[in-house]
């Protein structure tokens, strides 16, 4: 809601600079790129927009909206890469391969690559806990960071536990040094609970490196 509102703000400024595209439907015009674009655009009291009008299948638009929800900021490297395997697997005439995706979306095979991987080992249960990556490298309360998730998912074996760690961990803002030995902790140790594991780690006194005394 918060980016709809500043893409209004935009729009009320500057106006749609990109048009939308749309296909002919029972008379009307369906939005098939461009939905969040033409939301903002009636947000900002617009009453017209530029558009281009083609026909497109059933399935194309389904392929549009995926490549378009690739571009999107909003998404984590997991729900990025659940859009990379759909494409894979359900349209393997346009898209055979990683590269071929990474071609249409404008990124490296190797960044396909590693959004297949975090989908794989990231449950499905939490995977919308996971945070979308930023410059600044912030992460949203009740969120987790990217790294931190597939580190657990490659750590921790048990698909029910690694659950629970990422769960707890979105919960408890540690810094990255105490996340990783939460892992590491429960990982070496699967009969203690995570939340014992947690506290411990929290509350162990932090000790400071210092440098040789002349």
């Not at 600079?17 to 369906?30: A, H, M, S």
């Not at 894979?88 to 391969?97: F, S």
């Amino acid at each position: 809601l918060e980016r709809l509102n500043e893409l209004a703000e935009s729009i009320r400024e500057v106006g749609l600079l990109e048009p939308i595209i749309v296909r002919p439907v029972d008379g009307e015009f369906e939005v098939v790129v461009g939905e969040r674009r033409y939301r903002a655009s009636q947000q900002a009291g617009l009453v017209k927009v530029h558009a281009i009008a083609r026909e497109y299948s059933d399935d194309e638009v389904v392929q549009l909206n995926l490549i378009e929800n690739v571009h999107r900021e909003e998404l984590n490297a997991i729900e990025k890469g659940n859009v990379c395997k759909y494409l894979l697997e359900n349209c393997p005439e346009k898209y055979p391969n990683k590269n071929a995706i990474a071609g249409r979306v404008g990124v490296s095979a190797e960044t396909i690559s590693v959004w297949l991987r975090a989908a794989e080992v990231v449950p499905q249960e939490v995977q919308k806990l996971v945070a979308p990556s930023t410059i600044s490298g912030s992460v949203p309360e009740g969120k987790i960071d990217y790294a931190t998730a597939v580190k657990v998912g490659r750590s921790v074996k048990e698909p029910e536990r690694q659950v629970e760690i990422i769960k707890k961990l979105a919960e408890k803002r540690l810094p990255v040094k105490e996340r990783t030995q939460v892992i590491e902790r429960v990982t070496r140790e699967p009969e203690r609970s995570i939340e014992e594991v947690i506290e411990e780690v929290a509350e162990a006194p932090y000790e400071l490196q210092f440098s040789g005394y002349d």
